[in-house]
């Protein structure tokens, strides 16, 4: 495989309707997009760093100025035969992950279109359809809230997850069960407690909840593990693993008991394949995590998402709860079961259309092998 141009593009886009975690709200989108050119195929990747350095320390700024002096020269001057031989050329560079998978998908993404073959299968995926969820983000009133669940709920999403936060939980939590026995329902702190707060922890155990994602700091492990000795609630880790190694020791200490993969975070396909191996390992069920992505990352999520592990229905939605218009052909569409049908097309099986995402850039730059 031959690398002969890297184009890295900023897409600004809209919300639908903001998005709000325990680390703020977001109205709109600034998403950094990666072309490769190869052996006359195009791939595609996104960078799902946010626009602020809250969710982690990568954001937009940091992701750029590492893409364009460090890893597309290391991609373009590297050997590189297929999308698993990123990591190593990317090696040198620490942390950046989310920089770091833009690159690597965008390889996979034109390896698949080489070969023509589903990206899914290249992936080593084997389901046809995969389980969807949503995840909901704190509204302005409780009843807003059970609004937006009714909506998901009638448009046969399988699991609620509700971002959560000290003075948005229990209370709203109380009102979603007393309206919705059984419904399968999770949350996602994004960090926004401490050990101090044990006892209130442990009342979430009374609402039968799939899980708690990221109860505690971003980087711990360990005292997730002291915290699930005390709850009965599953604890999910996002923010704290990093790549396999983080997953093979939260599940050795026993600090979760599902784990959720999200490719940006753990810097490409082939480190998100490891983390999910090392679950499949310890028997821990793993599930597919979003970053309002475009469907550029969307349509990765889902191929990705085709592995046997993950098991738990994932953050993968469809594209008209993020955006008016995707970027991709055929939008990713969720069927009245909650599940989204898996394309036998190469590649992805969307196509980017390269005339929308023109018009959202706000800036790009192409570098090419033998002149960075
Ligand atoms: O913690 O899973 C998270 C979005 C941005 C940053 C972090 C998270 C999220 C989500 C949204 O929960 C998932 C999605 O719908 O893409
Ligand atoms: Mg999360």
């Not at 965008?106 to 969820?133: F, M």
């Not at 997850?161 to 979603?176: A, M, R, T």
């Not at 309206?179 to 401490?194: F, G, H, K, Q």
Request: contains cysteine; glycine residues 8%.
């Amino acid at each position: 495989m031959k690398i002969e141009s890297v184009t890295l593009r900023e897409i600004q886009m809209p919300l639908v309707h903001f998005f709000e975690t325990s680390f703020g709200r977001v109205h709109a989108r600034r998403i950094l997009l990666v072309s490769v050119d190869a052996d006359g195929v195009r791939g595609w990747g996104e960078c799902v760093a946010g626009e602020d350095p809250f969710y982690s320390a990568e954001w937009t700024e940091t992701a750029w100025p590492t893409i364009k002096h460090y890893l597309a020269p290391a991609l373009l001057k590297g050997e590189l035969h297929c999308g698993r031989d990123c990591a190593a050329l990317f090696a040198r560079v620490r942390g950046h992950r989310m920089a770091k998978a833009g690159l690597e998908n965008a390889v996979w993404d034109a390896e698949a279109r080489q070969k023509q073959q589903p990206l899914w299968k290249l992936l080593g995926g084997s389901r046809r359809e995969i389980a969807c969820g949503v995840s909901i983000g704190i509204q302005d009133s409780p009843e807003q809230l059970l609004g937006k669940i009714e909506t998901e709920l009638a448009a046969g999403y399988r699991r609620i997850k509700i971002k959560v936060k000290p003075g948005w939980d229990l209370n709203v939590l109380e009102k979603i069960r007393a309206r919705w026995t059984d419904i399968l329902l999770s949350v996602d702190a994004n960090s926004a407690y401490t050990l101090d707060q044990v006892e209130h922890l442990r009342k979430f155990d009374a609402f039968k909840l799939l899980m708690i994602e990221q109860p505690l700091w971003d980087d711990e492990i360990y005292l997730h593990a002291r915290l699930q000795k005390v709850m009965q609630t599953a604890i999910c880790l996002d923010e704290s693993i990093h790549h396999a190694r983080d997953a093979d020791f939260a599940l050795e200490t026993g600090a979760c008991r599902i784990i959720n993969v999200k490719v940006g975070r753990v810097g490409g396909f082939t480190e998100a394949k490891k983390v999910h191996d090392v679950a499949k390992r310890h028997g821990v069920p793993v599930w597919c995590g979003g970053m309002l992505e475009s469907g550029v990352g969307r349509a990765h999520n889902i191929a990705l998402s085709t592995l046997e592990g993950f098991r738990l229905p994932g953050d993968v939605s469809a594209s008209k709860r993020y955006w008016k218009q995707d970027i991709i052909e055929p939008e990713v569409e969720v069927r009245a079961d909650g599940m989204i049908g898996i394309s036998d097309e190469p590649g992805t099986g969307y196509q980017v259309c390269e005339d929308l995402v023109q018009k959202f850039t706000v800036r790009e730059e192409t570098f090419r092998a033998g002149k960075t």
